[in-house]
């Protein structure tokens, strides 16, 4: 799953991509890696509900067993998470541009960017919660489309197209949990840097 990702856009042309008011965020554009700052996508969780551009740090407190802040959320079902599922609050939106995922043999692997061909800047299904004093985030995860499985078969973020926005930031669950399922494969690139 992907530990890096590049969000080239500043806050302002990210908060009209995806329909939210930039707020404060004073992101100018660059990389982002686990426990780094990032621009994500908030609302109060109800259908219709103003979207706000806020900073998050990408990670959230593990469950009681880890040791390391979680970075992506693949296991759905498990009642750790199940309860944060639910809340569409506590659902968000996580900017970007392009995604890495390491591909090739053992010893010869190498970096490869994947981008939407038709949307500069897109957004994966996350969710948030407080990690100490700053709202953290983890990055939904699902099986690999056709595309990235050739370079990386263990899975992919999952994408959210910009007509069902407002389904993951306010919808019901069961309606949301719809949403994770791999990007069509025939509506992004690959290429050895980001785009």
């Known amino acids: 799953m992907t530990q890096l990702y590049r969000l080239d856009a500043p806050a302002s042309a990210i908060a009209a991509a995806l329909g939210a008011a930039p707020g404060d965020d004073p992101w100018s554009g660059g990389y982002v890696a686990p426990g780094r700052p990032a621009p994500v996508v908030v609302s109060d969780g109800r259908p219709g509900a103003r979207r706000v551009l806020r900073p998050h740090l990408w990670g959230v407190p593990p469950p009681p067993r880890g040791e390391r802040p979680v970075t992506t959320v693949r296991n759905l079902a498990s009642p750790f998470w199940i309860g944060t599922l639910r809340h569409a609050e506590l659902r968000c939106l996580v900017p970007a541009t392009a995604f890495a995922l390491w591909s090739g043999p053992e ?39 056709r595309l990235v499985a050739h370079h990386d078969p263990r899975g992919m973020p999952v994408i959210v197209a910009p007509e069902d926005y407002g389904r993951w930031l306010g919808g019901e669950w069961r309606d949301a949990a719809t949403l994770v399922a791999p990007y069509p494969s025939q509506h992004m690139t690959v290429g050895d840097a980001p785009p």
């Open 107 to 145: 010893g010869a692997k190498r970096q490869r960017w994947f981008s939407l061909t038709a949307q500069p800047v897109f957004a994966f299904a996350a969710i948030v919660r407080q990690i100490e004093d700053w709202p953290g985030f983890a990055i939904l995860a699902t099986d690999a489309n």
